[in-house]
């Protein structure tokens, strides 16, 4: 049976398991659910240890291989440059489907609200606590450069871990190659290794999805969700949009395949990236997946992806669009177009910095926030509108951000001159 087949029969078994828990209340169930969902966790754990040597590892190689200085840069600059545009386009459609669908009152009662505000306004301030301590664009930028690269690596701080990889990719292309082969060997094997030890955790994938899934549905169920049903539809039905446009539109006509059949190709990422909330411990899948799935190089795949897993946020973008919109609406009423486009500036510029790993956009959208909102408007009421639903949504734009991360290493590949398997296939 392949590796999607037994994750999606995990991932079924585990939201039936959850619901059966949560609404008949069993709590013995559900205890239990809770505490197998450490097993998810520890899961997590072991993938997320890997992603460091594999991202290292693969992304010297991969630049040094590139030979040409410029090369990096070009490839580098089409990265950034895709990944910003694709951005502001998932913000824009949060944007006009909350204009849309979240009018009003958004269809929530006032008992709702109050209820929603009193469950989760302490947590929602320890969410702006933490904003508050969290570095602005500003810093942001200027961290990229590490003073300590052991300690950015200590600190699983991946901006400056990809700009000393590529830094030192660049240097090591440029040695002589008696003094290069010996150093590109031994990240070689580091790479390779890597790779194996991805191929052992994976083999756990099906049972880690089942304790990830059952554990979130069985806590929270359907009584939360069913008073922010509006709202997380929206986000979803944004998120299928952006799949569909933009993602159909890149792939189709800037990489030359069929979305489809590139769809087929990546939904063990999609499985793994929507059970784990977390970019980067899927990281290590992506990469497997773009390389022998789709056929994208070593040298463009190690260079785009770590750096997707970073900087490219769509799906948390989208929503933080659609959150604001949607909080704004219930506490101070509709936004203005200058409010509006701020939303798109600064959730743009903000995914920038989110990292890859669970609930990091909430405290983006903190951000986000405190720019869109009155000043007399306190975060913390706003986030504890959504805060019970924002771990599932959160596995959702996590699907998004990875499916986003593989499409743009499709589209530098092929601008980059390579053919891909998906190509070869159809062409066969």
Not at 302 to 328: E, H, K, R, W
Request: charged share 10%; net charge negative.
């Amino acid at each position: 049976m392949q590796l999607y087949t037994k994750i999606m029969i995990a991932l079924i078994v585990g939201v039936a398991a959850g619901l059966v828990a949560n609404l008949l209340d069993i709590g013995s169930l559900v205890a239990f659910f809770v505490a197998i969902g450490q097993f998810g966790d520890a899961w997590i754990d072991l993938i997320t240890m890997v992603v460091i040597p594999l991202v290292v590892a693969s992304l010297v190689v991969g630049t040094a291989s590139l030979g040409d200085i410029t090369k990096v840069g070009r490839i580098g600059g089409k990265t950034v440059v895709y990944y910003l545009v694709t951005t502001a386009i998932a913000v824009s459609i949060g944007l006009v489907l909350s204009n849309i669908f979240l009018r009003g009152d958004a269809g929530m009662s006032a008992e709702a609200l109050e209820g929603l505000r009193g469950q989760y306004l302490a947590e929602g301030q320890s969410r702006v606590a933490m904003a508050e301590q969290a570095p602005g664009l500003v810093e942001v930028l200027r961290g990229i450069i590490p003073r300590n690269i052991v300690e950015a690596l200590a600190n699983f701080e991946m901006l400056p871990i990809l700009f000393f990889s590529i830094f030192f990719g660049a240097a090591l292309s440029s040695v002589p190659k008696e003094t290069r082969d010996p150093v590109l060997r031994f990240f070689d094997g580091v790479n390779e290794a890597a790779m194996v030890m991805i191929h052992w955790i994976m083999a756990l994938a099906p049972y880690a999805v089942f304790a990830l899934i059952a554990a979130v549905i069985a806590e929270f169920g359907a009584e939360v969700l069913g008073g922010l049903l509006v709202y997380s539809l929206v986000v979803v039905a944004g998120l299928l949009l952006h799949l569909i446009i933009t993602y159909g539109a890149a792939l189709r006509f800037l990489a030359g395949v069929k979305p489809l059949d590139f769809l087929k190709k990546i939904r063990a990422v999609q499985l793994v990236a929507f059970s784990t909330s977390s970019s980067n411990a899927t990281l290590p899948l992506t990469i497997e997946t773009a390389e022998e799935e789709v056929g994208i190089s070593n040298e463009v795949s190690s260079f785009v992806l770590p750096l997707g897993a970073t900087i490219n946020m769509d799906g948390t973008a989208l929503y933080q669009a659609v959150a604001t919109m949607f909080i704004a609406t219930v506490l101070v009423g509709d936004l203005t177009l200058a409010a509006q486009f701020t939303i798109v500036l600064t959730a743009t510029l903000a995914s920038i910095g989110a990292a890859g790993v669970p609930s990091a956009g909430i405290i983006i959208l903190i951000v986000v926030l405190q720019q869109a909102l009155p000043p007399t408007v306190d975060p913390a009421a706003g986030i504890a509108l959504i805060l019970g639903v924002d771990r599932i949504l959160d596995m959702c734009r996590t699907a998004l951000n990875v499916t986003g991360d593989l499409t743009a290493a499709a589209v530098v590949a092929r601008s980059e001159g390579e053919t891909l398997a998906l190509v070869q296939a159809a062409g066969d």
